[in-house]
């Protein structure tokens, strides 16, 4: 009997406390001072005020002054009326290995997008995020941290892929902006595009991820081909799942044609490196 009633006491008070709980979270929800969030990564859904007004939808963040986050240190002013602000940028961007020129398709993959901004000190990365291109290389990407009055590089990188800088400087005017790789050389800083019949691709064999297209990345292929590796890997440069000769071939074009990445304020001085690098790797 007296455990029956001592369950019965404790079942009363967990309902009271998740009552409780209910209550103070729709009570300080009611006066903006929390919002939550569902899927930093994944998107936000869209507020009714404004088009490029987005809601976080999560629980228990508190807010205080003018829409400054207390334990996420983002900027005041992004938070307005328990909505986030975040701009919107329609990117098109072609993977050469993923792209086929017959079919003037690619194979889906999702890559990073960020904005740079230019200070005294070089470059500092604003705001990222991830995406997946579709087989058109079509993807929407969103920035809550980006400033509509600055104006910022965009860069792009993917598993395999020579990062790529923009050729110049843009901003969101009105919480928007478009941009495609792959209409015209020029589009990315330096002319690091290669051009594939008439689109122009990201270059593909940066498999470390360090900056170049070299004998360490086609070592990294080699080995994966030898062993018949199969997968999600990074070595597959075609994302067709399988490491073979045609992976090779593509990363052994760009390393003899000394691909690597070219941004603002940097001296192209990629083809020295490699071939120390590669001098080194060899001895």
Same mark, same amino acid.
């Given at each position: ?8 006491k404790i079942n009363t008070f967990l309902f ?20 939550s969030r569902s899927g930093f990564t994944a %998107? *936000? @859904?869209?507020?009714? =005020? &404004? ?5 976080? /939808?999560?629980? !228990? ?60 000190? %070089? *470059? @500092?990365?604003?705001? =990222? &995020? ?5 087989? /058109?290389?079509? !993807? ?144």
């Open positions: 009997m007296r455990k029956q009633l001592l369950i019965s009271a406390v998740i009552l409780l709980q209910v209550i103070f979270t729709i009570q300080v929800t009611a006066q903006n001072s929390i919002v %998107g *936000f @859904s869209e507020a009714s =005020s &404004s088009p490029n007004r987005k809601v976080w /939808t999560s629980v !228990g963040e508190l807010f205080t002054g003018s829409g400054q986050e207390t334990n996420a240190g983002i900027s005041a002013g992004f938070f307005t009326s328990g909505s986030f602000l975040s701009d919107e940028l329609r990117l098109t961007a072609l993977l050469e290995g993923f792209y086929n020129i017959q079919r003037n398709a690619m194979i889906s993959d999702s890559i990073m997008v960020s904005l740079k901004s230019m200070s005294a000190m %070089g *470059f @500092s990365t604003v705001d =990222s &995020s991830k995406g997946i291109l579709d087989s /058109t290389g079509f !993807g929407i990407f969103h920035f809550p941290r980006a400033n509509q009055s600055i104006k910022y590089f965009l860069t792009i990188k993917h598993r395999n892929s020579i990062e790529t800088w923009s050729d110049s400087i843009f901003n969101f005017a009105g919480g928007k902006l478009s941009f495609n790789f792959s209409d015209s050389i020029s589009r990315a800083y330096g002319g690091n595009l290669k051009q594939v019949g008439s689109r122009f691709c990201i270059y593909t064999g940066d498999v470390n991820q360090d900056g170049f297209v070299d004998f360490t990345d086609l070592t990294m292929i080699d080995n994966d081909a030898y062993n018949f590796s199969t997968g999600y890997l990074q070595t597959d440069l075609t994302g067709d799942n399988f490491i073979d000769f045609t992976d090779l071939s593509l990363c052994d074009n760009n390393a003899y044609n000394f691909v690597g990445v070219r941004k603002p304020g940097q001296k192209f001085v990629e083809p020295l490196r490699r071939l120390l690098k590669e001098h080194n790797s060899i001895k």
